[in-house]
């Protein structure tokens, strides 16, 4: 079936280091976007990447969309406490209407 | 930004009774919501697709009959949880399609369902 893997589970840094979660399709996705969820909260979307090979930056965040659509990133220069949270990202199928989510990439920074 | 209300926040009932749940969209008109379920320390599990006017579509697995959904008017839909078991108990987020060519998706604040 069309499931979005992601990975690492769970990344514990030093606060000032990078971070880097991955998500990977089996199959090829019409876009794929990112959300972020702080502890207690609700997911908030963060961009959405369609093309083939896109890359969009956010202040300290990169997301990356591969060139077969069937892959992504998000990396996080110079970590920040604020940056804790779960970082999912979901992807769209062709011919679907909800988004698949990636089982989330937990993120804890030490100050 | 979009702006999806959710109510209750919270909620504990009794094994046996009924819950509803509510979502609204504030600020803009949603066609398509979407309802889903999160366990602690997990991933979303959409549980079904409400479009205005028309039928959910539950995702395999769902018991529709279980879990009835209500998408009324275009800035509401909402979801009951029939005969509650504890094994109901979680967070349920309701999100709403934004009208833009993107078509982010706005979430609720989601409400916490206790089932005794």
């Known amino acids: 079936g069309q499931q979005v893997m992601q990975i690492p589970q769970y990344q514990h840094v030093q606060e000032g280091e990078d971070f880097t979660t991955y998500c990977n399709s089996s199959?090829?996705?019409?876009?794929i976007q990112w959300y972020k969820q702080r502890p207690g909260g609700h997911p908030v979307f963060l961009i959405q990447l369609v093309k083939s090979g896109e890359v969009k930056k956010q202040k300290r965040l990169t997301f990356q969309f591969g060139e077969a659509k069937k892959n992504s990133s998000l990396h996080i220069t110079a970590t920040q406490t604020t940056d804790v949270g779960t970082y999912f990202c979901?992807?769209?199928?062709?011919?679907?209407?909800?988004?698949?989510f990636g089982s989330g990439t937990r993120l804890q920074v030490q100050p | 930004g979009a702006v999806v209300s959710q109510h209750p926040s919270w909620v504990i009932c009794k094994s046996g009774t009924s819950v509803k749940i509510e979502c609204r969209s504030l600020d803009f008109q949603a066609t398509t919501m979407f309802w889903y379920r999160q366990f602690p320390k997990q991933s979303l599990m959409l549980m079904a697709t409400s479009n205005e006017g028309s039928k959910a579509t539950y995702e395999q697995g769902v018991e529709k009959d279980k879990f009835l959904i209500n998408h009324a008017s275009l800035t509401l839909s909402t979801l009951t949880v029939t005969s509650a078991h504890p094994e109901d108990s979680s967070f349920y987020i309701c999100?709403?399609?934004?009208?833009?060519?993107?078509?982010?998706?706005?979430f609720g604040p989601g409400t916490r369902l206790t089932v005794t």
């Open positions: 999100s709403a399609r934004g009208t833009s060519v993107i078509y982010e998706q706005y």
């Open positions: 979901a992807g769209l199928y062709t011919g679907r209407r909800a988004l698949t």
């Open positions: 199959t090829t996705l019409s876009n």
